[in-house]
Nanobody
Framework: QVQLVESGGGLVQPGGSLRLSCTAS????????MGWYRQAPGKQRELVAV???????TYADSVKGRFTISRANDKKTVYLEMNSLKPEDTAVYYC????????WGQGTQVTVSS
């Protein structure tokens, strides 16, 4: 059973930056496309960034130009570098395969507020 552990969230002012990490255990990580998802209060979970096993990358329009996804297969870890953060980026952030088929981790809270 794969376990996903997200970290790196926190409270940041608008315009600030954070780097999220997500490490997977118990599976062959490198063969999967990995995604970062987020869920804001009262909203459905949405996919914000994807990196394929070959390194192809796509972003949701709402984060394009501000977020950067990357992966380190030897560490079974996917990263999300977030810059120019906005209050509307406030959410719990999760990683999973794309499409999601592992159990969800606990997520990491990102709060953007002055």
């Amino acid at each position: 059973q794969v376990q996903l552990v997200e970290s790196g969230g926190g409270l940041v002012q608008p315009g600030g930056s954070l780097r999220l990490s997500c490490t997977a255990s118990g599976s062959i990580f490198s063969i999967y496309a990995m995604g970062w998802y987020r869920q804001a209060p009262g909203k459905q979970r949405e996919l914000v960034a994807v990196i394929t096993r070959g390194g192809g990358i796509t972003y949701a329009d709402s984060v394009k130009g501000r977020f950067t996804i990357s992966r380190a297969n030897d560490k079974k870890t996917v990263y999300l570098e977030m810059n120019s953060l906005k209050p509307e980026d406030t959410a719990v952030y999760y990683c999973n395969t794309d499409p999601a088929h592992w159990y969800w981790g606990q997520g990491t809270q990102v709060t953007v507020s002055s």
